[in-house]
């Protein structure tokens, strides 16, 4: 992901869902390796509290950061939408212990960051990457997670509440989707927990406009629902299973959909972006904040695989050395130069020219690189980080066995150059190998794929 920065202030007031304390937020750019930092400004000396795994707390139905006396309540929406826009160096003054619910979604923080949203000329953040398959289970919750190694954020929420109140009880969500899928999503709770929630101390700013509220099959009859009015109306038992009508859903999966949004706002107090795909069962704040720092001790940092690239540097391979270990040759030799090389990654090149033999048939008068063929150099490329683990590479020869999650972004003509980027997913075993593939014109994404290929001595 490549790393932006705030033209603007954005500011925004509101309501805290659960301390019921108005509050003004004003966000505002930082410089590169400030982070996400919260600056109460409403204390002796502002304090900052920085957005980090560190400084969670328990605290139930919310996310609670505090350092010392310092707190910030229910930071998780505003958190997923600012780090899956790329802003991960933010100031944040708020003059309240909470950032307010405004409609129960993160929307109102995409409608406004969007427009004063601008790409940085510095790198983005290096990632944090799984090389193996995780899985954990919480015992007190009975949530469940799966982690396993992608070349992107992929997230899957499954529910266990009854489908007849909260309708499909399953979202997905990932980096190739909108934002807005998710971000549009309103928190929620069950009509039945709202009392015993405001008896403890919660939800003292709970109103109508703030949220969905469902009424689960077990509970339709209440005896006494006077207490509810703030929800917006008289209720009369007994009441239907779903959402209120006061409350109507926005979507049909809204419930998963928000349990998406506040992964991910929970997950971004790791601090990086995240390449995972991760399988979510009942999740919850405590055992998302959990998991996450789990996660975090299973991860690795890679630097940003990102453009640009400086392709006119002199490259740690070229072709005459690329031809020492690839068994290609003309035409059929698809990389010119490497670029970078490490354990777990490597950065290639080619030029694109007229002269290419494909451009014959492909298309008179139009002349598009075939996909199928930049595939195939994306695959060379990936072939020599491969043959980089074996001391006799000459003597290998390497086999596609799959692709998948194949796109194709834009076409590829003559006069570019493509630089191809592979990182390894997992370590190799027993000759497989399983890469992330994408294929780069300056910093525009032309292709993309999982790859999957077999390294075998040439018998």
């Known amino acids: 992901m490549s790393a932006y920065t705030l033209t603007a202030p954005v500011s925004l007031s509101g309501t805290g869902i659960h301390t019921g304390v108005s509050a003004h937020v004003t966000l505002k750019g930082a410089p590169a390796g400030h982070g996400i930092v919260f600056y109460r400004m409403d204390l002796p000396g502002q304090p900052a509290l920085r957005a980090s795994a560190a400084h969670v707390s328990p605290s139930p139905r919310c996310t609670l950061l505090k350092s ?9 929406h505003l958190l997923a939408v600012l780090t899956q826009l790329g802003l991960w160096d933010v100031r944040i003054e708020v003059n309240g212990p909470e950032i ?39 015992p007190s919750t009975g949530a469940h997670f799966i982690a396993e190694p992608h070349p992107r954020l992929d997230v899957t929420i499954e529910l266990d509440y009854p489908s007849e ?7 997905h969500w990932n980096q190739d989707q909108p934002l807005a899928d998710i971000a549009r999503a309103r928190t929620f709770s069950f009509l039945h927990e709202i009392k015993p929630l405001l008896q403890a101390g919660l939800l003292q700013g709970v109103a109508l406009g703030c949220g ?46 928000h349990k998406c949004l506040d992964l991910i706002g929970d997950l971004a107090l790791l601090e990086a972006p995240l390449c995972v795909k991760i399988t979510a069962i009942r999740p919850g704040h405590a055992a998302n904040n959990a998991f996450a720092k789990l996660l975090l001790e299973k991860m690795e940092t890679t630097k940003n695989l990102t453009p640009p690239w400086d392709i006119n540097a002199a490259p740690l391979m070229d072709v005459v050395q690329i031809m020492n270990v690839l068994p290609h040759r003309p035409p059929f030799l698809l990389v010119d130069r490497i670029l970078e090389m490490s354990e777990d990654h490597v950065v290639g090149t080619k030029a694109i020219t007229m002269n290419e033999p494909f451009f014959t048939g492909h298309f008179p008068g139009a002349p598009v690189m075939p996909g199928v063929l930049i595939i195939e150099a994306m695959a060379q490329c990936g072939g020599i980080l491969a043959l980089s683990t074996v001391p006799d590479p000459e003597n290998y020869l390497t086999y596609f066995l799959k692709m998948d999650e194949v796109k194709f972004k834009q076409k590829v003509i003559p006069g570019d150059t493509l630089v191809f980027v592979l990182t390894l997913l997992e370590p190799i075993r027993r000759g497989i190998v399983k890469m992330s593939g994408k294929a780069y014109v300056g910093d525009k994404l032309t292709t993309e794929a999982l790859l999957t290929a077999l390294i075998t001595k040439d018998k």
Do not use: C
């Open 100 to 138: 307010p619910i405004l409609d129960g979604s993160a929307m109102p923080w995409l409608q406004e960051l969007l427009p004063v949203r601008a790409k940085k000329k510095t790198p983005a953040k290096n990632t944090l990457y799984l090389k193996e398959r995780i899985e954990w289970h919480d």
């Open 212 to 257: 969905v509220v469902y009424v689960h099959p077990d509970h339709t009859k209440e005896d006494d629902l006077s207490w509810a009015a703030p929800l917006g109306g008289n209720f009369t038992s007994p009441l239907q299973p779903g959402p209120l009508p006061q409350t109507p859903t926005l979507m049909e999966n809204e419930a998963a959909r």
């Open 165 to 171: 109140a909260i309708g499909p009880r399953k979202a």
């Open 68 to 76: 010392g006396e310092t707190t910030v309540h229910t930071p998780e």
